[in-house]
């Protein structure tokens, strides 16, 4: 069955830095898009970044252009998200998803705090 499991959360400092990983199983990871999306207390969930299967195409909402990167290593089976520059409203649950399907990790926790 489809796995997704989220890890490198935690807390950091204003300014700081996080690299999530999501390590997927149950089908053929390097075949389909991935992305990650993040949910605030109070707020709906949001599309942080998206990877095509291949890798070779990204996009991300304004919010995090510049400071958010997604990759994916697809002889791991893992997607990534690279957090720089994170500001306290960055602040939540950060969840790992397949595209196109209702498959979801986890999530884990990132608080931006000093």
């Known amino acids: 069955q489809v796995q997704l499991v989220e890890s490198g959360g935690g807390l950091v400092q204003p300014g700081g830095s996080l690299t999530l990983s999501c390590a997927a199983s149950g089908f053929t990871f390097s075949t389909y898009p991935m992305s990650w999306y993040r949910q605030a207390p109070g707020k709906e969930r949001e599309l942080v970044a998206q990877?095509?299967?291949?890798?070779?195409?990204?996009n991300y909402p304004d919010s995090v252009k510049g400071r958010f990167t997604i990759s994916r290593d697809n002889a791991k089976n893992t997607v990534y998200l690279q957090m720089n520059s994170l500001k306290p409203d960055d602040t939540a649950v950060y969840y790992c998803k397949r595209p196109y399907s209702d498959y979801w990790g986890q999530g884990t926790q990132v608080t931006v705090s000093s």
């Open positions: 990877i095509s299967g291949p890798g070779g195409n990204t």
